[in-house]
């Protein structure tokens, strides 16, 4: 692929159109979906020390829901996405935590519990 062919098609990604989804009229209210674009790529080119030439080049894009605007009695509300998977992994990152400090003190605790006190014993006269 030609590196003006790899800039052509990545302009041709992301665009609005990817953002904004086309509005769905129902019962009176319009959503607009939106999302979240990323992309990213590179290219190159070179000559080795043979004299052969060559190009080449990659893109990627991702896009993740983020919410959508109702549009109802010409007035505008923004209603969030709620990403369940994100949701789960930042409550099971917590849950991992909350169980790993709470066996630290735990342990703490029973070491300092199982410490023999220290004995002074009377000196010999």
């Known amino acids: 692929m ?8 990545a302009r041709d990604t992301i665009t609005v159109g990817r953002v904004y ?6 019962d009176g209210v ?31 894009a991702a896009a993740r829901p983020v919410g959508a605007y ?3 009695d010409r007035a505008v509300t923004w209603v969030p996405a709620v990403d369940v998977n994100r949701l789960l992994i930042v409550v099971g990152v917590v849950v991992a ?9 735990a342990r703490a605790r029973a070491k300092a519990r199982v410490r023999p006190e220290a ?4 000196a010999a006269q």
């Open 2 to 9: 030609k590196v003006e062919e790899l800039l052509t098609r």
């Open 21 to 26: 989804g086309e509005p769905i009229e129902r």
């Open 30 to 60: 319009t959503v607009i979906p939106a999302a979240a674009v990323l992309g990213g790529g590179g290219a190159g080119q070179g000559v080795d020390e043979k004299g052969a030439q060559g190009e080449g080049g990659g893109f990627g």
């Open 70 to 72: 109702l549009i109802r």
């Open 97 to 105: 935590v909350v169980v790993l400090v709470r066996a630290r003190v």
């Open 119 to 122: 004995t002074i014993e009377p």
